[in-house]
């Protein structure tokens, strides 16, 4: 089994009226209900876009937290599901679910394991078309 996280941002999110955001939650649920029922869901959620926001950049050892978020911030993720499905298939499946339930677009991608994080070495023989 390999874990996708199905996530989206909010510049995708279409407009609806009350009655349509209600209808789309009861549907997201019913989908992750089905998840759970199919063994394959881990977690899901979403951000509040009210809450404070801070931004942590190491510099010299130290780090630097400042306010945010940032006006030149392009994209603002928004929600996710993380799933444990045999494939990029099955992936991809769940995530037409969710992109049917919202009404709005999702990415899907597969989250790396320890032993799959590339270094240094790695990334500079794959550029080189050669094996680390």
Same mark, same amino acid.
């Given at each position: 089994?390999?874990e996708y996280?199905i996530?989206?941002?909010?510049?995708?999110? #279409?407009? #609806?009226?009350?009655? +349509?955001?209600q209808?789309?939650?009861r549907d &997201?649920r019913g989908?992750?209900?089905?998840?759970?029922g199919a +063994?394959?869901f881990?977690?899901? +959620?979403g951000?509040?876009?009210?809450?404070?926001?801070?931004?942590?950049?190491p510099?010299?050892?130290e780090? &630097?937290v400042t306010? +945010?978020?940032y006006?030149? #911030?392009k994209e603002?993720?928004?929600?996710?599901a993380?799933i444990? &499905?045999?494939?990029q298939?099955?992936a991809?499946?769940?995530?037409?679910?969710?992109?049917?339930?919202?009404?709005?677009?999702?990415?899907?991608?597969?989250?790396?394991t320890?032993?799959q994080?590339? #270094?240094?070495?790695a990334d500079?023989?794959?550029?080189?078309?050669?094996?680390?």
């Amino acid at each position: 089994m390999a874990e996708y996280l199905i996530f989206f941002n909010d510049e995708w999110v #279409t407009e #609806t009226s009350d009655e +349509g955001w209600q209808q789309r939650a009861r549907d &997201v649920r019913g989908v992750i209900e089905e998840m759970k029922g199919a +063994g394959i869901f881990i977690f899901s +959620g979403g951000l509040d876009n009210d809450a404070p926001v801070f931004h942590v950049v190491p510099k010299d050892g130290e780090v &630097v937290v400042t306010d +945010g978020p940032y006006v030149e #911030t392009k994209e603002t993720f928004g929600g996710f599901a993380a799933i444990d &499905v045999p494939d990029q298939a099955a992936a991809r499946s769940w995530a037409e679910r969710i992109a049917l339930a919202c009404d709005w677009p999702q990415e899907v991608r597969i989250f790396r394991t320890p032993g799959q994080i590339p #270094t240094p070495d790695a990334d500079r023989a794959a550029a080189a078309g050669k094996e680390a």
